[in-house]
């Protein structure tokens, strides 16, 4: 490194946006450069300092402070600091010191950078390379914005979101059976539309018991970070920014429909905030008649109207009768679906087309076919002649398989709601547990019927049905179902159990108890705990070796996590309504709960909790299978089922509310069946491209790539990584960290997992995949930055001559567009590389990338930088052939470019726009996005150009 003295100019190698820096101080082997472009200073150690001299050579053009500009033609050293002289485009003559450069100049080109001195280290030149092989090869995948989820990959759930994330704002309604995930299915769809571009701003509207649930379900699973509004955080935004509206304070905003329905000042502020994607949950409160709409639905109605995109999701889309079916399909679609009557027709009309399908699936379709010609009618008649004629010739030649299968996707395609209706079954998705129900009858305690009578007679019914409300104080002792859940733990010790109460208190207390006063490894987990108290415990119970045997959840247990490694769950009460309690057991029955769920439940064996668990056992039979009827059957029976419970109906009238609720559960339950739409359910999952998807995520995550790819990097930045336990690391910037922030990695920093399996069980770890923040962030910053775009290395090989010059570039297909447009899903390359020699030869070929990095050896800085400048004149010209030679390739790239997005985008719009003519859920504003988007991709194709990105100067030794 040269001698620094006051007046030169040097150039920062870790923060090149600063600018040409000027010596201002040289003193106690420290340097203080001023960087006058932006306004700072820096100090550095004289022995370390990483910077580099900048000397411009005869020849090139620079500028001065006051935007003077000249070519230099003579440069002379006067005492330590350079003097140029030049002439001007007029060619008149002048000379200025290079204290008076223009500091704004900044080396973008990376042999600019190469020829001021700033000379990377070949870990960071290949690095860079890889992130951008890395980058491409996702922005391809088929599974590109579905990865990044902490979620099983289960093929239905991706299926309907792969469907529906890469439509044009998307407006659908999400029906799937309770325990499907519908929640994950809208993260997954909104991710993959926030990751491309297709969506920036998304509101969901949900009832006020969910909000808590899916701001967790979106920040953990989707690392979505959205702000929840209410009446007080409005408030506070708007003193604290005068005139705001809150709705526009973020991106993602979460509320609850109460807020917006009693405010309509609210709700014309969110109306006015402008939002790509609107979620709805529970979307079938939404009451709606022809001659009335209530208050909730008239508030999601005006804010469908002025959002594109529309996600609605309910458990019930049938259940509440055609005209609320019908109510939700018109908020999606108002022009489609304006007429109720005209509905009701066309619903009867898909029949014959479901049953066609049903035909053609059977496993004796050939031989229906054969000896029915009725079925050549129909499908003639739905999809025309040509189809028909195929499928007879291919029925002659035994050769059906592949034609039905097209004749199904046809039928499915063009007719029913499964453009805008998605909805899976529990009996048509394999995977689910049996669920055993364990009962246990416990005599009331002493103190229950002694001291406290007079007290029970005027007992609410919460307290009825939470003892620990009336027993106060003395509960623990008093209560049997204390005693019973201690003997239970002490008999399963090897056995995990997930218990869960009404109330944190509750939890809290019981937690207590059975950790300091019968030595039981006990975690409890409430709504009164930290996000950051709730992972903790939460993985406490997860883990393998030395964890929880009892996890004590209060109801907010039942919300939004998912304890499928456990298969015991102990209702310490039950709660008043089915749909929740179908949430609790859902935390354990799940796709994937590799054993049975064990359901055991404690109760008094006289009273509100035995006549409520006979009505959910006898009348619903909601333990032992899932009931989708739950909340329609709770409503109807409810008059009847309060005064039971407060032991106001005797026996026998107690035994007809339960057999009378069996008999309306076996007619509701068996109606759905016979209603189920096969056309539709066909339509919510195709088998198999979900299991495409399915192994296309797996390829992408389950590759030990990433995480070389991530330890490389986390080591140049100087990211600290340790050892946790097997497949998990923790992640802390370090101290002499390369950069201010490293994006994505909290200052305490985070413990992370690569492993999907430890991601899903435990939830206080990342789960870092190629679209974790971290991981995306880093890849743009070393792809956006000048990182590793220049580097200079030896190599020993016999046919080359001791100093033999070579350079290494590599270009990139250079297209500014719109992000949502992902123009890179249509290049079929976007990285290019050249070698070449000072004979302008091309050894592209023979040089190899691999055949490179094996031989390179590293040159010091120094010495590198001295090579560089006497060889200027060489690398320019090596630049200008390598430049030449991928010039001449860019017309075939784009020339593909153009072909697959005819491919695409072409077939997809000629698909809809048939598809239009027989199927009116096809909108015209989707068909008419494909056809701009695809005129748009086309056109900023056409400007697309290959742009160097990085280069190498390769010596020969």
């Given at each position: 490194?040269?001698?620094?003295?006051?007046?030169?100019?040097?150039?920062?190698?870790?923060?090149?946006?600063?600018?040409?820096?000027?010596?201002?101080?040289?003193?106690?082997?420290?340097?203080?450069?001023?960087?006058?472009?932006?306004?700072?200073?820096?100090?550095?150690?004289?022995?370390?300092?990483?910077?580099?001299?900048?000397?411009?050579?005869?020849?090139?053009?620079?500028?001065?402070?006051?935007?003077?500009?000249?070519?230099?033609?003579?440069?002379?050293?006067?005492?330590?600091?350079?003097?140029?002289?030049?002439?001007?485009?007029?060619?008149?003559?002048?000379?200025?010191?290079?204290?008076?450069?223009?500091?704004?100049?900044?080396?973008?080109?990376?042999?600019?950078?190469?020829?001021?001195?700033?000379?990377?280290?070949?870990?960071?030149?290949?690095?860079?390379?890889?992130?951008?092989?890395?980058?491409?090869?996702?922005?391809?995948?088929?599974?590109?914005?579905?990865?990044?989820?902490?979620?099983?990959?289960?093929?239905?759930?991706?299926?309907?979101?792969?469907?529906?994330?890469?439509?044009?704002?998307?407006?659908?309604?999400?029906?799937?059976?309770?325990?499907?995930?519908?929640?994950?299915?809208?993260?997954?769809?909104?991710?993959?539309?926030?990751?491309?571009?297709?969506?920036?701003?998304?509101?969901?509207?949900?009832?006020?018991?969910?909000?808590?649930?899916?701001?967790?379900?979106?920040?953990?699973?989707?690392?979505?970070?959205?702000?929840?509004?209410?009446?007080?955080?409005?408030?506070?935004?708007?003193?604290?920014?005068?005139?705001?509206?809150?709705?526009?304070?973020?991106?993602?905003?979460?509320?609850?429909?109460?807020?917006?329905?009693?405010?309509?000042?609210?709700?014309?502020?969110?109306?006015?905030?402008?939002?790509?994607?609107?979620?709805?949950?529970?979307?079938?409160?939404?009451?709606?008649?022809?001659?009335?709409?209530?208050?909730?639905?008239?508030?999601?109605?005006?804010?469908?109207?002025?959002?594109?995109?529309?996600?609605?999701?309910?458990?019930?889309?049938?259940?509440?009768?055609?005209?609320?079916?019908?109510?939700?399909?018109?908020?999606?679609?108002?022009?489609?679906?304006?007429?109720?009557?005209?509905?009701?027709?066309?619903?009867?009309?898909?029949?014959?087309?479901?049953?066609?399908?049903?035909?053609?699936?059977?496993?004796?379709?050939?031989?229906?076919?054969?000896?029915?010609?009725?079925?050549?009618?129909?499908?003639?008649?739905?999809?025309?002649?040509?189809?028909?004629?195929?499928?007879?010739?291919?029925?002659?030649?035994?050769?059906?398989?592949?034609?039905?299968?097209?004749?199904?996707?046809?039928?499915?395609?063009?007719?029913?709601?499964?453009?805008?209706?998605?909805?899976?079954?529990?009996?048509?998705?394999?995977?689910?547990?049996?669920?055993?129900?364990?009962?246990?009858?416990?005599?009331?305690?002493?103190?229950?019927?002694?001291?406290?009578?007079?007290?029970?007679?005027?007992?609410?019914?919460?307290?009825?049905?939470?003892?620990?409300?009336?027993?106060?104080?003395?509960?623990?002792?008093?209560?049997?179902?204390?005693?019973?859940?201690?003997?239970?733990?002490?008999?399963?010790?090897?056995?995990?159990?997930?218990?869960?109460?009404?109330?944190?208190?509750?939890?809290?207390?019981?937690?207590?108890?059975?950790?300091?006063?019968?030595?039981?490894?006990?975690s409890v987990f409430h709504e009164g705990m930290s996000l950051v108290n709730r992972d903790r415990a939460a993985a406490y119970f997860a883990d393998e070796d030395e964890s929880a045997q009892v996890l004590i959840c209060s109801e907010i247990g039942s919300e939004g996590r998912n304890f499928q490694f456990a298969s015991n769950l102990v209702l310490f009460d039950l709660p008043l309504n089915p749909d929740l309690l179908e949430q609790r057991i859902g935390r354990l029955d799940r796709i994937g709960q590799r054993n049975d769920v064990q359901i055991h439940v404690p109760y008094y064996e006289f009273g509100a909790q035995a006549l409520l668990l006979d009505w959910y056992h006898e009348g619903l039979n909601c333990f032992e299978r899932a009931c989708p009827a739950g909340q329609v059957l709770f409503d109807q029976f409810l008059d009847r089922l309060i005064p039971a419970l407060y032991s106001e109906l005797d026996e026998a009238e107690q035994e007809l509310l339960i057999s009378d609720t069996r008999a309306a559960t076996d007619t509701l339950l068996a109606d759905l069946q016979q209603g189920r739409d096969r056309l539709l359910e066909l339509n919510s999952c195709n088998t198999v491209k979900a299991a495409d998807i399915v192994e296309s995520v797996e390829q992408t995550t389950a590759s030990n790539e990433l995480s070389r790819y991530m330890e490389r990097l986390f080591d140049q930045f100087g990211v600290e990584q340790q050892h946790h336990s097997s497949n998990c690391i923790i992640l802390t910037p370090g101290e002499h960290m390369h950069c201010e922030s490293f994006p994505g990695l909290p200052e305490d920093g985070v413990t992370a997992t690569y492993n999907r399996n430890i991601a899903l069980s435990r939830e206080d770890m990342q789960f870092l995949s190629w679209e974790h923040p971290i991981v995306s962030g880093a890849l743009d910053m070393v792809i956006d930055s000048e990182f590793g775009n220049t580097a200079l290395c030896s190599i020993k090989l016999p046919p080359l001559k001791p100093g033999t010059l070579l350079l290494e570039a590599i270009f990139t297909v250079h297209c500014t567009a719109p992000k949502q447009m992902q123009i890179q899903r249509y290049l079929p390359q976007t990285l290019t590389r050249v070698v070449v020699d000072t004979n302008n030869a091309d050894l592209s070929g023979i040089l190899t990338e691999k055949h490179i990095n094996n031989l390179a050896e590293r040159v010091g800085k120094r010495q590198a930088v001295e090579i560089v400048k006497h060889t200027r004149a060489e690398v320019t010209k090596m630049v200008d052939f390598a430049e030449t030679i991928a010039d001449k390739q860019a017309p075939d790239i784009i020339d593909a470019a153009n072909a697959k997005v005819e491919e695409l985008l072409g077939a997809e719009e000629s698909r809809l726009v048939a598809l239009a003519a027989v199927n009116p859920n096809i909108r015209e504003d989707e068909i008419a996005f494909v056809s701009e988007t695809k005129a748009a991709v086309l056109d900023h194709l056409a400007a697309a150009q290959l742009k160097l990105d990085a280069v190498r100067v390769i010596i020969a030794t």
């Amino acid at each position: 490194m040269s001698e620094f003295i006051a007046g030169q100019r040097w150039i920062s190698n870790t923060e090149s946006s600063l600018g040409l820096g000027i010596v201002v101080e040289v003193a106690n082997r420290r340097v203080v450069i001023s960087y006058p472009a932006v306004e700072e200073e820096r100090t550095y150690a004289t022995d370390n300092a990483p910077l580099s001299r900048v000397i411009y050579p005869v020849g090139e053009k620079v500028s001065s402070a006051l935007g003077m500009k000249i070519t230099i033609e003579e440069a002379e050293e006067l005492d330590g600091c350079m003097v140029y002289h030049g002439s001007d485009r007029d060619g008149d003559m002048f000379s200025f010191e290079e204290i008076d450069l223009d500091s704004s100049v900044h080396f973008s080109k990376p042999h600019d950078r190469l020829f001021a001195g700033q000379v990377e280290k070949n870990s960071r030149f290949n690095l860079r390379v890889q992130s951008l092989k890395h980058q491409f090869n996702h922005f391809q995948s088929e599974s590109y914005g579905l990865i990044g989820g902490r979620v099983q990959l289960l093929p239905h759930q991706l299926y309907i979101a792969h469907q529906v994330s890469r439509r044009f704002a998307p407006r659908v309604l999400l029906a799937d059976e309770v325990g499907l995930g519908k929640t994950i299915e809208a993260g997954l769809i909104l991710h993959q539309q926030l990751v491309s571009g297709k969506a920036n701003r998304v509101l969901i509207v949900v009832p006020d018991s969910l909000v808590h649930q899916w701001l967790i379900e979106m920040l953990r699973r989707f690392n979505l970070r959205f702000s929840i509004l209410d009446e007080l955080r409005c408030q506070a935004l708007e003193l604290s920014n005068d005139g705001i509206n809150p709705f526009e304070s973020a991106q993602l905003v979460l509320c609850n429909l109460s807020f917006l329905k009693s405010s309509p000042d609210r709700l014309i502020q969110a109306l006015d905030a402008g939002w790509d994607t609107l979620v709805v949950d529970e979307a079938h409160h939404l009451s709606w008649s022809e001659e009335q709409s209530s208050p909730e639905y008239l508030c999601i109605e005006a804010l469908a109207r002025e959002v594109k995109g529309l996600l609605l999701l309910t458990a019930t889309p049938e259940q509440l009768g055609v005209n609320s079916h019908f109510a939700r399909l018109r908020l999606l679609d108002p022009d489609r679906y304006y007429d109720l009557e005209k509905f009701r027709e066309e619903e009867t009309s898909y029949q014959p087309v479901s049953k066609l399908v049903e035909q053609l699936l059977a496993e004796d379709a050939k031989e229906q076919l054969q000896d029915a010609p009725e079925v050549f009618q129909q499908l003639t008649t739905y999809l025309g002649a040509e189809t028909v004629a195929q499928l007879q010739e291919e029925l002659a030649n035994d050769t059906l398989e592949h034609a039905l299968d097209d004749a199904v996707n046809s039928l499915l395609d063009h007719h029913g709601t499964g453009r805008v209706l998605f909805r899976n079954t529990r009996d048509g998705v394999a995977g689910f547990p049996q669920r055993i129900l364990h009962s246990y009858a416990l005599p009331e305690p002493d103190l229950y019927l002694e001291s406290e009578k007079d007290l029970m007679a005027e007992a609410e019914l919460d307290q009825l049905l939470h003892p620990e409300l009336i027993l106060a104080d003395r509960w623990l002792e008093a209560d049997p179902r204390v005693e019973w859940l201690v003997d239970w733990l002490k008999q399963n010790r090897d056995q995990k159990a997930l218990v869960i109460c009404a109330y944190a208190e509750t939890a809290k207390s019981l937690e207590e108890h059975l950790r300091l006063y019968e030595g039981i490894r006990s975690s409890v987990f409430h709504e009164g705990m930290s996000l950051v108290n709730r992972d903790r415990a939460a993985a406490y119970f997860a883990d393998e070796d030395e964890s929880a045997q009892v996890l004590i959840c209060s109801e907010i247990g039942s919300e939004g996590r998912n304890f499928q490694f456990a298969s015991n769950l102990v209702l310490f009460d039950l709660p008043l309504n089915p749909d929740l309690l179908e949430q609790r057991i859902g935390r354990l029955d799940r796709i994937g709960q590799r054993n049975d769920v064990q359901i055991h439940v404690p109760y008094y064996e006289f009273g509100a909790q035995a006549l409520l668990l006979d009505w959910y056992h006898e009348g619903l039979n909601c333990f032992e299978r899932a009931c989708p009827a739950g909340q329609v059957l709770f409503d109807q029976f409810l008059d009847r089922l309060i005064p039971a419970l407060y032991s106001e109906l005797d026996e026998a009238e107690q035994e007809l509310l339960i057999s009378d609720t069996r008999a309306a559960t076996d007619t509701l339950l068996a109606d759905l069946q016979q209603g189920r739409d096969r056309l539709l359910e066909l339509n919510s999952c195709n088998t198999v491209k979900a299991a495409d998807i399915v192994e296309s995520v797996e390829q992408t995550t389950a590759s030990n790539e990433l995480s070389r790819y991530m330890e490389r990097l986390f080591d140049q930045f100087g990211v600290e990584q340790q050892h946790h336990s097997s497949n998990c690391i923790i992640l802390t910037p370090g101290e002499h960290m390369h950069c201010e922030s490293f994006p994505g990695l909290p200052e305490d920093g985070v413990t992370a997992t690569y492993n999907r399996n430890i991601a899903l069980s435990r939830e206080d770890m990342q789960f870092l995949s190629w679209e974790h923040p971290i991981v995306s962030g880093a890849l743009d910053m070393v792809i956006d930055s000048e990182f590793g775009n220049t580097a200079l290395c030896s190599i020993k090989l016999p046919p080359l001559k001791p100093g033999t010059l070579l350079l290494e570039a590599i270009f990139t297909v250079h297209c500014t567009a719109p992000k949502q447009m992902q123009i890179q899903r249509y290049l079929p390359q976007t990285l290019t590389r050249v070698v070449v020699d000072t004979n302008n030869a091309d050894l592209s070929g023979i040089l190899t990338e691999k055949h490179i990095n094996n031989l390179a050896e590293r040159v010091g800085k120094r010495q590198a930088v001295e090579i560089v400048k006497h060889t200027r004149a060489e690398v320019t010209k090596m630049v200008d052939f390598a430049e030449t030679i991928a010039d001449k390739q860019a017309p075939d790239i784009i020339d593909a470019a153009n072909a697959k997005v005819e491919e695409l985008l072409g077939a997809e719009e000629s698909r809809l726009v048939a598809l239009a003519a027989v199927n009116p859920n096809i909108r015209e504003d989707e068909i008419a996005f494909v056809s701009e988007t695809k005129a748009a991709v086309l056109d900023h194709l056409a400007a697309a150009q290959l742009k160097l990105d990085a280069v190498r100067v390769i010596i020969a030794t």
